[in-house]
């Protein structure tokens, strides 16, 4: 399992100001042929004046989310690598084995709670050229 190797740093958009919370895979860790497709999980909410989430739709946020990812994970369906909050919505940034498995993980868990407000999308990122990308933005060289 990857170490908890966390960054944080702030960028404006035109959703507003957006809060992005990365993780950095050291060495060996991220095995991108293990792990060909990118998975964004999007969280709608209302939010406050400024797109942030309230505390209590983080705290819902929060819990249904870290839940999701320690059985992801655990299980080796995929890894977390970047949240990216603002503009009214969290963004769960998921590279995964399988879009079925990882599928089958969140109707499982979500499945738990009531209607949730989330879209999900996937995408084939093979090199992960988006996680490079994301590091590059903020200053982050890999290695």
């Known amino acids: 399992m990857p170490k908890n190797d966390w960054f944080i740093g702030e960028q404006d958009s035109d959703r507003g100001r957006i809060i992005?919370?990365?993780?950095?895979?050291?060495?060996?860790?991220?095995?991108?042929?293990?792990?060909?497709?990118?998975?964004?999980?999007?969280?709608?909410?209302?939010?406050?004046?400024?797109?942030?989430?309230?505390?209590?739709?983080?705290?819902?946020?929060?819990?249904?989310?870290n839940l999701l990812t320690d059985r992801l994970e655990d299980e080796l369906i995929a890894w977390l690598t970047a949240v990216h909050t603002g503009g009214r919505q969290a963004v769960f940034?998921?590279?995964?084995?399988?879009?079925?498995?990882?599928?089958?993980?969140?109707?499982?868990?979500?499945?738990?709670?009531?209607?949730?407000?989330?879209?999900?999308?996937?995408?084939?990122?093979?090199?992960?050229?988006e996680y490079n990308r994301m590091l590059k933005s903020f200053g982050i060289t890999y290695g």
Do not use: C, H
């Open 20 to 65: 992005t919370r990365g993780r950095i895979f050291r060495g060996n860790q991220r095995n991108t042929t293990l792990y060909p497709m990118r998975v964004e999980v999007q969280w709608l909410y209302k939010g406050t004046a400024d797109g942030m989430p309230t505390e209590e739709e983080t705290a819902v946020t929060d819990k249904v989310m």
């Open 93 to 129: 940034v998921y590279y995964t084995r399988s879009v079925e498995d990882l599928s089958n993980q969140i109707n499982a868990t979500f499945g738990e709670f009531p209607l949730l407000p989330v879209k999900i999308g996937a995408t084939e990122d093979k090199n992960w050229k």
